[in-house]
């Protein structure tokens, strides 16, 4: 009979202790879970981040890119239109026979 109860109570022990172990290794996996989600959830943000920033980026010289061609556009335009008044006003001197170069 002493034997049952030593084996009896050595089995209970096993037991004990692979129950409380099987328990650390259920709080170890939801933990690892849970680190996993934060880590997701940090390279979430920090790619929305990063994303952010290259489009302000990429509207900002685009901007200045188009502000560029107004102006250069506008310089062109002036130049252009003074071209084509001098051009004219040679051309009606042409005309009507009076030469740059004679004394008006």
Do not use: C, W
């Not at 879970?33 to 920090?46: P, Y």
């Not at 502000?67 to 556009?73: L, N, P, V």
């Amino acid at each position: 009979m002493q034997i049952r109860k030593t084996g009896t109570l050595f089995l209970a022990g096993v037991l004990a202790v692979g129950m409380s172990s099987f328990a650390l290794a259920q709080d170890g996996a939801k933990q690892d879970m849970k680190d996993a989600g934060h880590e997701t959830s940090n390279a979430a943000k920090d790619t929305g981040h990063g994303i952010s920033k290259a489009t302000k980026k990429a509207y900002n010289k685009t901007s200045e890119g188009t502000e560029k061609a107004y102006h250069k556009t506008k310089r062109g335009t002036k130049k252009a239109y003074h071209k084509t008044k001098r051009g004219t006003k040679h051309a009606v001197d042409k005309v009507e026979g009076k030469s740059a170069d004679a004394p008006q």
